[in-house]
């Protein structure tokens, strides 16, 4: 069984920053795909990065392009997304996913929400 658990999360001031976290087990990092992904209330969960091993590429929305990074930890079995110069609209709760990697893109990832593991979420608000 595969588990997800994210950390991180919490209120920052516009123009902060927030290193989110997500701790796996019963995962390995060889052939994968990661991806964090966000939904606010009443709004559809959407793809903010995502990252394929096996094809080598990397997704970020446009509106985090520039501010957020993805980035894993293999030794320690850990994602992240470091998330720099926050806006309001990017107050949500924030989700990490894994997959193993069968050579699909990292976009296909992040735009079809296929991942057969996810985690439980964290709040991240952003005050003005």
């Known amino acids: 069984e595969v588990q997800l658990v994210e950390s991180g999360g919490g209120l920052v001031q516009a123009g902060g920053s927030l290193r989110l976290s997500c701790a796996a087990s019963?995962?390995?990092?060889?052939?994968?795909?990661i991806g964090w992904f966000r939904q606010a209330p009443g709004k559809e969960r959407e793809g903010v990065s995502c990252?394929?091993?096996?094809?080598?590429?990397?997704y970020y929305a446009e509106s985090v392009k520039g501010r957020f990074t993805i980035s894993s930890d293999n030794a320690n079995h850990t994602v992240y997304l470091q998330m720099n110069s926050l806006k309001p609209e990017d107050t949500a709760v924030y989700y990490c996913?894994?997959?193993?990697?069968?050579?699909?893109?990292?976009?296909?990832?992040?735009?079809?929400?296929?991942?057969?593991?996810w985690g439980q979420g964290t709040q991240v608000t952003v005050s003005s």
């Open positions: 996913a894994a997959d193993r990697d069968t050579y699909f893109s990292a976009s296909y990832y992040c735009l079809t929400l296929d991942f057969g593991s």
């Open positions: 019963g995962f390995t990092f060889d052939d994968y795909a």
């Open positions: 990252f394929s091993s096996s094809v080598g590429t990397t």
